[in-house]
């Protein structure tokens, strides 16, 4: 087993790990949720930034006292974290505008500590708007200068942020080539990955990504798949996929692996940049994105033989792009697995579906 690969394996065992070793050393930790979320001012601040996990097969007892059922899941998962005392050491956390669930949360958690019935670190809200417009850009940069200050991110200090940011960009986009080629590793370790990269501390994880990716073991031939919509708990979809001789190639949407690997920011160094950058991410619920033809252009460019799309039962924004999507993939000539209004555990059936699917592709290589 490779350094990174005994990385990831105890970063996903204990994701708060290394970011309570940081707070019991002195320091600041800031966390975050989603792939919406300007990390470089988390950086720039002098603190830890975490991407707070989330877990299916944790209880969300406390969470449902207070959440109605079309939270999103994940956002349950962190909502009862946060009530339980777990992310007590942090000191904020922030939470993105662009996600309907995510921005409930700061209002109920906002008020929760307001009446003293939770402590916690202090709730922040990103209000990155993502219209396609000047207007909505210059909104952004507003956005991106209130959270700076609310974090006490220094101007000076945005050089190095974008860099760090930057370089765990470059490879990531180099995984995601080697994997679209065919050389790359198996999803589902690219997925365990792309999610302990949040969790831990950058230099070291860089560095041993780096030295991994110059000898990253290849995937064995089979099916070649894109997986589309939600973003699942964890890697038990590309298990999936790989159980029946297959392998997921690449993934559409605000997947970790796909947020990772966007174009680096301009090299500007500013909060402008910043903004900008986050402003125009094509991915998220709220992003101005042809998604089928999106999808069609990642499926065709990926030479995938076949597209899943799969849909939470609380998905209520990509569930419209659906028709849409499977209509440019027939036509593209793609098989397409659309799996919508499933259950985020995938206790509902959809592996054996998944499974099934991807057999079919193999019979039909």
């Known amino acids: 087993m490779s350094a990174l690969e005994r990385m990831v394996d105890d970063a996903l065992l204990d994701p708060l790990a290394a970011a309570r070793g940081h ?192 000898h990253a073991p290849g995937h064995a031939a089979g099916p070649r798949v894109v997986l589309a919509g939600s973003v699942p708990p964890d890697d038990r979809l590309h298990r999936a996929v790989e159980k029946a001789g297959g392998n997921i190639v690449a993934e559409v949407g605000a997947h970790a692996s796909r947020a990772l690997a966007s174009p680096p920011i301009a090299a500007d160094d500013s909060l402008e940049a910043i903004a900008a950058h986050y402003h125009s991410l094509e991915f998220g619920p709220r992003a101005f994105v042809d998604r089928a033809s999106q999808l069609e252009a990642t499926a065709q460019a990926a030479r995938a033989d076949g597209v899943i799309i799969w849909l939470l039962e609380t998905e209520d924004a990509l569930i419209w792009d659906l028709p849409a999507q499977l209509s440019a993939l027939a036509g593209a000539g793609v098989p397409a697995l659309p799996l919508a209004r499933r259950r985020w555990d995938g206790g509902d059936g959809a592996l054996d579906e998944i499974a099934s699917f991807t057999r079919g592709l193999r019979s039909a290589a």
């Open 23 to 214: 707070a019991r050393a002195g320091g600041r930790v800031v966390g975050y949720v989603g792939a919406e979320i300007p990390v470089e001012l988390i950086i720039a601040s002098g603190a830890f930034p975490l991407r707070i996990p989330s877990f299916a097969h944790t209880s969300t007892a406390l969470a449902d006292r207070y959440l109605e059922s079309s939270f999103s899941p994940d956002v349950r998962s962190i909502a009862e974290q946060y009530l339980q005392g777990a992310l007590d050491f942090m000191d904020a956390v922030i939470l993105p505008r662009s996600d309907d669930s995510a921005q409930r949360l700061y209002y109920y958690l906002s008020e929760l500590r307001a009446r003293r019935v939770t402590g916690g670190p202090r709730p922040l809200i990103y209000d990155l708007a993502k219209i396609p417009r000047s207007t909505s850009l210059v909104h952004s940069h507003g956005a991106t200068q209130r959270l700076a200050v609310e974090i006490g991110a220094g101007e000076q200090a945005l050089a190095d942020a974008i860099a760090q940011r930057n370089r765990r960009r470059r490879l990531f986009v180099a995984a995601a080539q080697a994997r679209t080629g065919g050389v790359g590793p198996c999803g589902s370790l690219m997925e365990r990955i792309s999610r302990a990269a949040g969790c831990c501390d950058a230099e070291s994880f860089d560095a041993a990504f780096g030295d991994w990716l110059t």
